[in-house]
Each structure stands twice: as C-alpha cells, then as structure tokens.
C-alpha cells in the first residue's frame, strides 16, 4: 500500500506523493489573501448578516436624522447684468465698452459684489435681521435664557455686534451662482423659515441694485467735485495769460479786432481792394481800346461790341439802317437824282453824324472812368507798400504775440473742457445707467429643501451597504477563507476533484442522478486504483476542519450514492471517536471478536454498507494494528469496491494514525467561503505530521450545510 498517488492537473501544482513532505514546504503554508471578482460575492453572501447589520444602522441612523433636524426652506431670486450699460449720455464717466471677454469677467465681478458685506448690510437692515434669533440675535425661549448666564459665565459667548454677526451667518446661508454663457445671476438663500428665505433673497436683489445706483452717482458726484477743485486754479491762468497778452498788444500798439490785429487786418483789406482796382484799371482800359476801335465802324453791320452798351446808339443805328434801306428803295424807283432820294441820304448822314458825337461822348466818359481807377490803383498800391513796411517792423513783437495768443486759447481750452464737463457730471449724478435688473422676485417656496427624505435614506442605504461590503471584506482579510476551486488549489498545492453541489438531504436509491464532476472524480480515482492495485478495494480517508463535519459527512454520501448508481460496492466506515459505542464495529473485526458480514449494517435508503468504529473503551494506538487494518482492507476487497473512512477531523483522532496510514488516498473537504484557510492549513499539518499528505480535495458550493 505504500505507493505514490495519482497527479492530477487541476491546480497549478501536481499532487505531491504520498510519503513525507519536506519541512520546508509544510513551514511555506500560508493564507492566500487574494481574490477574483466573482469571489467578491461569495464573500458577501457570507457575511450579509455583518453587511445587512452596518446598513440596517446607517439608515436608521439617516431616518433619525431625516426626522429630528429642522427643516429648510430655500428661495432664489434672479438678476439680469447686461454689461454694456445704457447708453444714457453719450459721454458717461462709467465705461460701458464690452471687454475682450465678452464682459463674463464683469458679470463676475458682480457675483462677488453681491456677497460683500456692503450689500449684505443693506440688506440686513432692510430684512431686519439683527432681531432673528437665526442671525445671531438672542433666544426668546426658556431653554436660550436659561442656558444664557452660563454661557457667559463660562465665556463661551462671542463678543461681536449684532450686524457683523448677522452679515456672517447671513454668508453662510447665501448662495450667489452663474450659469455659463449667461449674464443672469441667481441668488439664493435658504433658512428655517419659507417667506424668511424670500423676503431676504427680494432684499439682497434690492440692495444691490441700490448700491450699483449709489455707486455710480457717487463716481459722478466725486469726478465733479474734483473738476470743481481744478476750476478756480484754471480760472486764474485763463485771466493771467489773457491779461499778459492785452498787456503786450498795447505795450507794442498790436491793436486788434474781430480777433485779429489791426495792422494785418488792414493789409490784408489793402490787399484785396488793390487787387480790385487793378481788376476795374483792366476792366476800363479794355473797354476803352474797344471804343476806340469801333469809331468809323458802329454803323456797318453785326452786333455792338461789348464795350458800348448805349441805348442811345441803338436807336440811332436802327433808325440810320431804315434811313439807307429807305434810300435804297427811293434810289432803284426814282433814281440817283431825284430829291426824294437826296433828302432821304442827308437824313442818313444827319443820323451817322449823330451816332459819331455820341461815340465820342461815351469815349470820353470811359477815358474818364480809367484815369480815375488808375489813380485809385496807385493810391492804394501806395497804401499797400507802407502798410507793409510798418507790418515789418512789427513782426518781431507778432512773434511773441502769436506765443501769448497761443498760450491764451490753451487756458480758455482747457478752461472751458473743465466746465463744460464738471456741469456734465453734475447732471449724470442724478442719472443710473446701470443696465441690471430683477427678472425673477423670490416667492416663498411651498416643499422644504433639506432634509431631502428619500434622498438621506437612499443615501444612508447606499452608504450602509458599501460599509458593510467594506467591513466583509476586511473580515475577510483579516480572517480569510477558502473562495474559489483555483484558491484552494493555490493554498495547498492539491488538485480539487469536484466542486460539489449544496446537499440539503441524504440520497437516496430514487433520488437524484448523481453530481457529473462526482462521476468524473470517482472514474478518476478508480482508473488509477485499477491500473495499479487489481483486485483491491480502493480506500479513501475522507476528513476536513472540525467545523466541516457535516461537509466532510456530505461529501461520504455523494461519492457513496455516485459509487452505488454505477454499481459499485461501497463500504463507509465511521472513524471518528465517540460514536455508537454500543454497536460492535471495527475495532472488533480487528480484534478478531466479529466478523466483517455480521457487523456491517446496511442502509435500506442508498444501498450502502455501514461500518462503526466500535467499543472504543481502549481506544489507543495499539487498538488499531497498521498491519491488521491492512488486512481488513485486503479481506473487504473481495466485497466491496469503494472503502470510504469518515474522519471529520484528523486532529481529534491522532491515536487513528494506522488507518491514515494504510488508506489508498486522503481527500479534504472544504466549503467555498466557509471554510477558513488557517484550519485546512492546520488539517495539512496534522496530516503531515502522520508522514502522509493530503492528496486531493473535495470542494463544496458555499451553500452547503
């Protein structure tokens, strides 16, 4: 019987031989903390009394709170801030230009504004909330006056006065929000009372639209009461450097009118009235050498030229033009001769001689009129060239006069802009441009904002599972067990041969077909036991931790009813201490005092034949002969097929050595998620320590009893 056993791979080590295992590798046996995610239920479904416990006290813990804190009542009201302000005056002192950013920082900076204390004074005045015990004002109730003298009698009552504390709490009851891409700012403010919410939040709003008004006319009001500063100061050197200049004007005789000085007013007025005269010079002197040229040819035909323009001369041209075509008709019906025709050219003479005389007198008058524009063109080219001879002499002091005047209009310049916008600003005090206003007035809300019921208690849930989860798991870390077939494979380097399913009752003839990884196990085994060992019955020593009885029992009766459904002959024999003591068993078959077919007691219900340890009054070492239970074993092979030893726990039947040495095989039974690592770990030693090793391993669905 002292043969190697059968590797099988299943886990990521062969089974080790039977034999003594090597200290090293029993002193290497340690936890294996580490877990898959399925495991991660496993672990959960097993400690859901410690999960269901931590959440069962978060919720209540959240239904207490949801039920013993006063409730809240939040209210919100909503400014629009348009930042390019109205354009009331098209020269504002406030500059209402958008900046890069699309005036988003503005807008900005009117959310801090709305929570500083210069608005959030205004508004506890208007609000009056220096006299609300919420604000920091005293309690009127009996328990506030009570508690009052001890409080200050101890010193643990803040020494601050009533608006600052007011402003302080009011801070922390406020929130001032903007949404992106949004110039509309939501104020909110939530405190015990639904219509003290609203009346605060409609008081913050006002407030600061007032000191936004406030602002702005005390920006105007100080900018004109620093021009009217500078005023007086500009005043006097607008009058100093006008006094300096007049000063210098008579000092030098720089007379001056209509703004301009009298010297270069004249020249300038000489100037064009001598370009006049020498206009009316030409104008003359044409007209005459035009009347010159026309004597002798006034009468012939076509047009007067421009120069005569005499009514006089055009009648007597027309008369003398029917006088010569009278003539010309008398002369081609009378002839040369005749007096008719001699009177009508003496009256064409008479009116040519006529025309001539007053040629000569509109010749004469024109002769007239150009010696006169000659003469007023030398006077006033006479004028022009002394004027400007005295203009000479003066240009030296217009020199420093065109400095004075200079100086003089950029005094009344500046003088006047100061003026003008000091009286400008004066006005703007009295005008708001600012572009914001109340889109939304807070109403009194009718639901309480917190506590939020479902939400605490949905929460206080969710909490309490995770912390419960949490708890499992570091219960299990602490304190780790066996999770899954590849876990236990890792811990003590065996193959497992089945995961078996949970078993609530014992088997039977007409139960259920027997579990498939239980038939593959037991094929396993007896192809190994036949190839190796015809003719025997194979014999298994199947134990576990003292807490895996049952296990261990369960794990007997499913490889028994798998055996006895393929018609095998199976034998399970009891070896654990303190049993039916009153029922002979095998201690008697070894002592030779019963025989193997009248002790064995078979089970109507499987089939199987049923063995006990027997009187164990003497139990020791020497009541179990290792070369007598060899023998049994090799007498009950011609009987029975499968040899089951139940030894629930090894370590309570140490005095059992001979049997853990003389079984074919030793299978552990443990159950996934309730069976602890440290004690199939102890199981291994114990094992060990009777020169044999576990060789493979029965794993249970965590579910089994």
Not at 309 to 318: G, K, N
Not at 321 to 335: F, I, Y
Not at 338 to 347: G, I, K, L, M, S
Request: charged share 25%; aromatic share 4%; hydrophobic share 40%.
């Amino acid at each position: 019987m002292n043969h190697q056993w059968l590797s099988v791979e299943r886990g990521p080590r062969q089974v080790p031989s039977q034999g003594t295992p090597a200290p090293a590798e029993v002193r290497s046996w340690s936890p294996d903390t580490t877990a898959e995610m399925g495991d991660l239920w496993r672990i959960l479904a097993r400690r859901r009394r410690t999960v269901f416990a931590v959440a069962a006290l978060v919720s209540l813990a959240a239904l207490v709170y949801v039920v013993a804190v006063p409730p809240l009542y939040t209210a919100t009201a909503q400014i629009l801030v348009d930042p390019r302000d109205r354009q009331v005056v098209t020269n504002d002192v406030n500059p209402s230009a958008l900046g890069p950013d699309g005036g988003v920082t503005q807008v900005e900076s009117q959310v801090r504004l709305i929570e500083s204390d210069v608005v959030l004074s205004r508004a506890v005045r208007a609000a009056d909330l220096t006299a609300d015990p919420e604000f920091g004002a005293p309690g009127t109730g009996l328990i506030a006056r009570a508690v009052r003298p001890l409080l200050d009698l101890v010193g643990l009552t803040r020494q601050s006065d009533g608006p600052s504390k007011a402003i302080r709490l009011l801070r922390r009851k406020l929130a001032v929000k903007r949404a992106d891409k949004v110039f509309v700012i939501d104020v909110i403010v939530t405190t015990n009372g639904a219509e003290k919410s609203a009346r605060i939040v409609n008081a913050i709003a006002e407030a600061y639209l007032a000191d936004q008004s406030n602002a702005r006319s005390d920006v105007a009001q100080r900018a004109a009461g620093e021009l009217e500063a500078r005023l007086n100061d500009l005043k006097a050197n607008l009058t100093q450097a006008e006094t300096k200049l007049e000063r210098f004007k008579a000092e030098n005789g720089l007379l001056s009118s209509s703004g301009r000085i009298v010297g270069e007013q004249q020249l300038t007025d000489g100037s064009v009235r001598l370009t006049a005269a020498r206009t009316r010079v030409a104008e003359a002197r044409s007209r005459l050498e035009a009347l010159r040229d026309a004597r002798g040819k006034i009468v012939d035909r076509g047009a007067l030229p421009e120069a005569i323009q005499s009514s006089t001369i055009d009648r007597l041209r027309s008369q003398y033009a029917e006088l010569a075509s009278k003539e010309a008709d008398l002369r081609t019906q009378l002839g040369d001769r005749h007096p008719f025709v001699r009177a009508a050219r003496t009256q064409r003479d008479e009116v040519k001689r006529l025309i001539d005389l007053e040629l000569d007198r509109v010749v004469q008058a024109t002769e007239v009129e150009y010696q006169r524009a000659l003469s007023n063109e030398q006077s006033l080219s006479a004028d022009l060239d002394t004027m400007k001879n005295e203009l000479i002499e003066r240009s030296k002091a217009a020199v420093q006069l065109r400095e004075l005047e200079r100086e003089a209009d950029a005094a009344r310049s500046v003088y006047n802009a100061f003026l003008l916008r000091s009286r400008e600003l004066g006005e703007q005090a009295g005008v708001n441009p600012t572009n914001a206003r109340i889109i939304t007035w807070a109403r009194a809300p009718d639901d309480k904002s917190w506590p939020l019921g479902f939400l605490i208690l949905g929460a206080g849930l969710a909490f309490g599972l995770g912390g419960g989860a949490g708890l499992a798991f570091f219960q299990e870390y602490r304190r780790p067990t066996v999770l899954s077939r590849r876990q236990f494979e890792r811990l003590l380097g065996i193959p497992v041969l089945a995961l078996l399913p949970p078993v609530s009752r014992r088997p039977t003839r007409d139960g259920p077909a027997p579990d498939t990884e239980v038939s593959v196990a037991l094929d396993t085994l007896f192809a190994y036991h036949e190839a190796t060992h015809r003719g025997d019955a194979l014999s298994l020593l199947i134990g576990g931790p003292a807490s895996e009885t049952k296990a261990s029992r369960g794990a007997i009766e499913q490889l028994a009813a798998a055996a006895t459904a393929r018609g095998e002959r199976v034998l399970i024999v009891d070896a654990v201490p303190g049993g039916k003591a009153a029922e002979p068993g095998l201690l008697e078959i070894l002592r030779g005092d019963r025989l193997l077919g009248a002790t064995v007691v078979a089970d109507p219900a499987t089939g199987v034949r049923r063995l006990g340890l027997g009187r164990a009054g003497r139990t020791s070492r020497s009541s179990v002969d290792e070369d007598m239970l060899r023998q049994f074993l090799k007498e009950s092979g011609r009987s029975f097929d499968l040899i089951l030893f139940d030894c629930a726990a090894i370590r309570s039947a140490l005095r059992l050595g001979p049997i853990v040495s003389a079984v074919d095989g030793i299978l552990v039974v443990a159950r996934c998620g309730q069976t602890y690592q440290s004690d199939l770990i102890d199981f291994a030693k114990s094992v060990a320590s009777m020169r044999r090793a576990v060789n493979a391993a029965l794993l249970f669905d965590g579910r089994a009893a």
